[in-house]
């Protein structure tokens, strides 16, 4: 009987930094897991630290001395605050050691057991950085992880038994063994402050991701440790100067660093409550004027010119958000790291679609407040959400209701009930616009009623829309004119209902009709022939093996090369059941 891939673990090796240098000199491991060493009190803690922190340059010299442990191929991975990773990360990234690079693959999010705090957002989200050494940043040095058969088990809703995620009529597409393994992972039953020790499920699933026959090292640290510390009261800032009214409720077509130039002149102490960007992600995306695909480095000095512009023109107290993918949000954090508290580091599990290794699923969020005022959190209306227990479907939701239904969990800073913006019926014509649920929840806790909250990348109004639906006042800038004119129209979409509340009514861009034989019935007939025959179908086989169902998929307008690997998970998960039994 051949044993289950899920229990065939790589060999592991645990020692402490100061017993390190007594690992021979030719030992060379396929992993390291580096645990950096920081107390349960400093978990959640805000601050302002900045890059001569003698914890940073520690830890840096221990990451070297893993580097040497690495082989070519390896993985390094370490665990550790959001308040520290990012300089770790992007000493990585920046690295040069002998001929090696060090290449960013993840920022993967722990998600611990939180507990309420009062008048804070609670913390869940302890970080796991994933770097890849290769010989060159271009040619990358393959490496392999065991995700066909380390997959997460579907769960079922508790109220009306179906599973928690819906596959929206593709049902019969899913991987039996289970969900793809993404960048969150749930320890939920493991407390947060007991997280400054790395679970053993987590090792546990490092070592079931790299398989049998490799081996890990974990290096714990213990010469130093964080030491995160903010004034305890901080000096209020005067307000007195130079000011200049601000035309508020505008949709501003404008290059946003001009327009934040030429604000922080007119008034110096700043006017806005919030400010939140959702930047272009570098990843050439489909915009219409902005190029998308900027040099590393030019992107990143581009991203730090707004930054620093929604800094100067936020009030004291003032909140800070960017939104980016976790490559570029190290280099945000870093930024404005030693200006700004960091409060936290949001993860947002936005159900994205499958890439790479890993499924990457979440955005960081990143939420810093300006020195010299209390920061604003209300979090009276949301400290609770609804139970993850549920799943999403429409008739599953009305029926809890009538019958009140309702379990909830508690609101932290890993965000999964808000989810991207999947069918083109629900968006307007931008590709990377938000739900207006997530500007809703972030404008409703960290403002108050008539604040100003700004945007520099407008896109669609979706942060303008919120900000009116809540009664505050908003200011947006965007360099397209064809988006300009969508957020003008959109905003004039809000309409007062009879009770005098706010709505906010979508135009919908039509979905194409799909003609002839729907794409279930396509799907199912090729994955029939496919497992019966316990075999892969290219098109042309197909043409030579069976006419009629060729003719059926000749139309298929979805990916068949997608569907082709949901046929083949299908066959290897039979075959594993089969000779396991």
Request: hydrophobic share 35%; net charge positive.
């Amino acid at each position: 009987m051949k044993k289950n891939p899920l229990h065939q673990l790589a060999n592991f090796t645990e020692v402490s930094e100061t017993k390190l240098s007594t690992l021979k000199s030719d030992t060379l491991f396929d992993a390291v897991i580096l645990k950096t060493n920081f107390g349960a009190d400093q978990i959640g803690k805000h601050s302002i630290i900045r890059e001569a922190d003698n914890f940073i340059q520690q830890t840096i010299l221990l990451i070297d001395k893993c580097c040497l442990q690495l082989k070519d191929g390896g993985l390094i991975f370490v665990y550790g605050l959001p308040n520290y990773l990012s300089y770790f990360g992007e000493y990585l990234s920046d690295k040069k050691q002998d001929e090696y690079s060090y290449l960013f693959k993840y920022w993967i999010s722990c998600e611990f057991k939180a507990e309420e705090i009062k008048n804070e957002l609670p913390n869940a989200h302890i970080g796991l950085l994933m770097y890849l050494k290769s010989k060159s940043k271009k040619n990358t040095t393959p490496f392999d992880i065991n995700t066909k058969f380390v997959r997460v088990p579907y769960s079922d809703c508790i109220a009306c038994g179906n599973m928690t995620k819906d596959w929206g009529g593709k049902k019969h597409m899913l991987n039996p063994l289970g969900s793809a393994l993404s960048d969150v992972w749930n320890f939920n039953d493991t407390p947060i402050k007991k997280a400054n020790n790395i679970p053993v499920a987590l090792t546990e699933r490092i070592l079931a991701l790299l398989s049998e026959g490799k081996n890990v090292l974990q290096v714990n640290q213990t010469k130093v440790k964080a030491n995160i510390s903010v004034p305890e009261s901080e000096q209020k800032i005067s307000l007195n100067g130079k000011t200049t009214a601000v035309e508020k409720n505008k949709v501003v077509h404008q290059s946003c660093i001009d327009f934040l130039n030429q604000l922080h002149q007119k008034n110096p102490h700043g006017v806005f409550d919030v400010a939140f960007a959702d930047p272009p992600y570098n990843l050439a995306k489909n915009y219409s004027i902005y190029q998308d695909d900027l040099e590393e480095r030019k992107y990143i000095d581009w991203c730090n010119e707004w930054l620093l512009g929604m800094y100067n023109n936020l009030k004291p107290g003032g909140a800070l958000f960017v939104l980016n993918i976790p490559k570029w949000s190290v280099y945000h954090f870093n930024f404005l790291a030693d200006k700004m508290i960091f409060q936290n580091w949001i993860v947002w599990d936005a159900l994205s679609t499958p890439a790479g290794k890993l499924l990457p699923a979440h955005y960081s969020l990143l939420y810093f407040s300006k020195p010299g005022a209390n920061a604003k959190v209300n979090l009276q209306t949301v400290r609770e959400i609804t139970s993850r227990e549920y799943c999403l479907r429409n008739s599953c939701i009305t029926k809890r209701k009538k019958i009140g239904d309702d379990k909830k969990e508690l609101l932290t800073d890993v965000w999964r009930d808000v989810h991207r913006i999947k069918h083109k019926k629900d968006r307007d014509q931008h590709p990377c616009q938000l739900p207006t649920k997530l500007m809703e929840r972030i404008i409703k806790i960290f403002s108050d009623e008539g604040d100003l909250i700004f945007d520099p990348f407008g896109g669609s109004g979706t942060t303008a829309i919120g900000a009116k639906l809540l009664n505050r006042n908003y200011i947006i800038t965007e360099l397209d004119k064809r988006y300009v004119d969508i957020a003008e129209k959109n905003l004039a979409n809000i309409q007062t209902d009879l009770t005098g509340l706010l709505y906010y009514e979508r135009e919908s861009i039509a979905q194409k009709k799909i003609n002839g034989t729907p794409r279930k019935q396509i799907e199912k007939e090729y994955m029939t022939l496919c497992f019966d025959n316990r075999k892969i179908f290219s098109l042309d086989e197909l043409k030579e093996v069976s006419p009629n169902t060729f003719g059926l998929v000749e139309h298929y307008q979805g990916n068949f090369n997608k569907l082709q690997g949901a046929t083949r998970r299908k066959i290897e998960a039979h075959n594993l059941f089969s000779e396991q039994s």
